[in-house]
Each structure stands twice: as C-alpha cells, then as structure tokens.
C-alpha cells in the first residue's frame, strides 16, 4: 500500500532519498550531515510522530563528500502501529540514531515536511499491493449497461486497515464512460484481498468512445482510474490509483465472459 511509502519515506532526514519497494520489505537509502564518520556495517533505530517504538535499522554506511549516506532494507511487518495512530499529512517528527562499524555514533532528529521528500524508483510504488487483475463489459443495453474489475490489494504490515470506501471512472481514449464505488471493509494484516468493483456505463458515451473497436468485437483500450480511502486516527486519506487495461467486452455480447487462460476479463497490459 502507498501508507509504506507514507509511513517509511519519512525516515530520512534530508529530502534526498531512494525506496525500492520490493514484495516483503523495500531498500532505502538516506543522507544526513555527520561531523566526522567512516563507512562499515550500520546498526540503530528509527522512530517518527514522537513516538517511543522503534524501527530497526540495518544495512550499510559510506561518506560521500562530508556526508554520510546509509543504505537498509527494512520489512513492513517491523512497521509499527503507533506511527499509523499518530501519522499527519502536513509533516512529521523523526528521532535517527545508530553506530558505525560500533564505533562512531550517528544521531538525527527533527521535524520534515512531506513536500520535502522526494521518492525515486522505477514502476509504481503501489504496484506490489494494489493490482488491477481484470476487468469486463458484462452487459451493454439501452436501460442498463454494466461492467466489473477485479482489485488485488494486499496489506503488508502487522496490523491491520481499514479501506473506508473506494471510487473509481472507467475511460476509453480518454473520455469518462462509466462510475463506481464501494464501501469499505477491514485489511487483515500480511493478507492479500480480491476486490470486486461494479461500474455502470453510460450507454451511448460508450458506444462513442469505443467506436470502431466495439464494432469489430475487439477488446478495448480502457483505464480505470479514482482512489482508495483509507480511515486512519488522524482521518481519512485518499490515494489516487490509476490502472490502464484491456476491457474484455464478449461478456456484454454474450452473457459469458471467459479468456483463454481461464481468467474472468483480461489482464492489465
């Protein structure tokens, strides 16, 4: 979920910093200002919010022109859930320290704004836990036109989370074709939940939008895009989503939708 990124980004005490978000945990690297110190083995412990749970830190420390640049892979399971109960979206206080090879001593502390941290990676950070795994036309009429996707979302932490509610807009070369939503339900720690999420279709902006494509029975370039809302003490958090895919349309023509690899629709490109 992007609450990792959220949550996990802000460890650094500098703007300057690198997540690879990975299935199970992610890297980060993060540079702080350091008097004098060496490069080795790096051990210590984070905190944010305040808060007097800490985070293990463990990885790698090299200086790099009078800075001192750290490198940890660190597992959502290790989050804890204090931080989520005291999270603000405005900024965040953070408490840094470790030693070097058990030698030299570093210590970080202050208060960061969130427009601050910048993130650099490769693919979307929400890809490991929020998937669209298909999604389909299942009836196109005058007096109702239908359709579904099929969300694969996965909360990696030791917690759990409430998903208040989702929305969502089906688009086809860019034009809005259809709406949806769904109310909520609780994320059960280190789960992985299918979502299933019905859209209504504006009948003749589909037909437009489509054009050609629907004429000749093909499946159609579409994009499913909205966000997740997420309820945390602090209140509601919206994460945008956006998923570009191939809408399966056979199920609208003829009552069964079924791809070759046994699938319900198609999956995103």
């Known amino acids: 979920m992007v609450i990792a990124c959220l949550l996990l980004l802000a460890i650094a005490a500098p703007p300057e910093i690198t997540v690879d978000p990975r299935p199970g945990s992610f890297v980060v690297t993060f540079t702080g200002p350091v008097p004098k110190a060496g ?58 320290r470790g030693q070097i090879s058990g030698s030299e001593t570093v210590s970080w502390s202050g208060t960061e704004r969130w427009d601050r941290v910048g993130v650099v990676g490769t693919g979307d950070t929400l890809e490991p836990f929020v998937k669209l795994a298909s999604l389909e036309l299942t009836s196109l009429a005058l007096t109702r036109s239908e359709g579904r996707g099929l969300l694969v979302v996965t909360n990696p932490f ?60 093909a499946d159609i370039e579409a994009e499913l895009d909205g966000s ?25 023509r003829a009552g069964v ?11 995103p490109r």
Do not use: C
């Open 39 to 96: 490069s080795g083995p790096f051990r210590g412990a984070v905190s944010l919010y305040g808060s007097a749970v800490e985070m293990p830190l463990s990885g790698r420390a090299e200086m790099s022109r009078g800075r001192l640049r750290v490198t940890a892979t660190l597992r959502y399971v290790d989050v804890p859930a204090d931080w989520l109960n005291r999270f603000r979206r405005d900024a965040f206080d953070y408490v840094i």
């Open 158 to 217: 030791s917690f759990p989370i409430t998903l208040a509610s989702t929305s969502y807009r089906l688009r086809i070369d860019g034009e809005e074709v259809g709406t949806g939503g769904t109310r909520g339900r609780i994320l059960r720690p280190q789960y992985r939940v299918s979502l299933e999420l019905p859209f209504t279709v504006q009948h003749w902006r589909f037909i437009g939008a489509a054009g050609g494509q629907w004429a000749a029975g």
């Open 228 to 252: 997740l809302v997420l309820r945390l003490p602090s209140g509601d958090l919206s994460i945008p989503v956006k998923f570009p895919a191939r809408l399966g349309t056979d199920g609208a």
């Open 257 to 267: 939708f079924s791809h070759p690899d046994g699938a319900t629709g198609l999956s």
